[in-house]
């Protein structure tokens, strides 16, 4: 048995962790005092807690093996079985799972895929991916899932920061992106007052200003780009966004509430704490990447979704300081677990303390970017995120941009069309404004780039993740194959 006292857990906090899936009771919570949800298990020493993890663990993958032809078929292809399982380090045995296993698998035994563990009658939620890049994911939950979905979202939040008394705005898109549900649906296990507004309507932005003016609202989730408009809009309204009261705001979707001067950005605009949170939507609970009140980089919230920081060629798990992609399994779902999904995300993580108490693994720096959105001009590796960050820290710097990358007389081009503020109004200003961007960008990223500034407001906003890269490149390419027929 683990040395966590399970017994006492199940008495004082109605969690019962020695069953699997683990019951819990739906009607507690913490004190409002309380910093911790479930202090047993987040502030325990990782050695313990890891023998609780192993022990779900083990019943996941058990689970899988039984009910899942997808796994049983990987894991017999990879000699591993759920007899490999000994310890947590032997996890890193089991086969990886890319998003396109999960649309083959679908494709093949649809509409679910054969990891679906439960009868299709069983599904209660269905959600998925937008299939902008391919054929849409479709994620079947179960009802029991969603209130654990549920459970773990209230738990988190609270570390964030949130309590019953909040009354949380929500501006994000109610469709299939299950983000915004989850947020919903963490609320209200939470206890909280819920506005789920939603987003991307013509004109919503402005209601979404109005609404919160009349509420006094103190919580606010969206997307970080989302947010930043939100601002804007405010604004062009007259209102400062620091008088809607928001204590907390918390995002997903975006690198962007963990790049060091957009987190600036948003506190120092609505004069609240921003809390970075956010995984894959095949994970829900998302949140279990998430930032505490503290703000000293994502908790990895082991328990709920156990996450390995790995090589993203090997998918081997690295060591603490170490760059890797997340690697996320379930340990506590019954319909679609995800075992050794791979993110694609790049962050590096570490075992030092939070001021919170919580001693999870954490990422210091956030999810900061893509290896799938990485591009490559004159041989240097380039980040959006990094891009962003050089921007913000510049005083004139109007809050939108785009990356063009072209190519001329067989040269990499990076065009970084920036906007900035309206009373930069002097040709004199404008200048000194563009070397300081050019020579930020060429110390942080180096590479050159030809800085073209717009007005404020020149380019349009998003309501969802911002795109802010074209590479036209392969216009190029194209245009010599043309050339040469």
Known sequence: MPSIDLQRIKRERGVDLTVWPPRYDPVYRPQTTEQHWLPEIECAAPADRDEVILLKLKRQVSYAWERSPFYRRRWQEAGVSPDTLKSLADLSRFPVVQKSDLREAQSRAGPFGDYLCIDPAEVSRIHGTSGTTGLPTIFGVGASDWERIGEAHARIMWGAGLRPDDRIMICSFFSLYVGSWGSLKGGERLGATLLPFGAGVSGQTLMAVNWARRLRLTAFYSTPSYALHFAETAKREGCDPRSFGFRTLFFSGEPGAGIPATKRLIEETFGARCIDMGSMAEMSPWMTNGECQYRTGMHLWQDLVYTEI????????????????????????????????????????????????????????????????????????????????????????????????????????????????????????????????????????????????LRHGSLPRTEFKARRIIDDRDLYHRGLAQDRK
């Open 310 to 453: 790995c090589d993203p060629a090997t998918f081997k798990p690295v060591d603490s300081g170490c760059e890797g992609t997340p690697v996320y399994t379930h340990l506590e779902r019954t319909s679609q677990p995800m075992i050794r999904l791979v993110s694609n995300d790049r962050t590096r993580w570490t075992s030092g303390s939070c001021a919170c108490g919580r001693t999870y693994p954490r990422l210091p720096d956030g999810l900061y970017g893509r290896y799938d959105d990485m591009f490559i001009v004159r041989g240097e590796n380039v980040y959006p995120s990094a891009v962003e960050d050089a921007l913000r820290s510049v005083d004139g710097f109007g809050g939108e941009f785009r990356v063009v990358i072209s190519r001329q007389d067989s040269m990499d081009e990076l065009l970084v069309r920036a906007e900035y503020l309206p009373e930069k109004n002097s040709p004199e200003e404008l200048e000194r404004l563009r070397l300081t961007m050019r020579d930020r960008l060429r110390s942080r990223i180096g590479v050159h780039p030809v800085i073209e500034l």
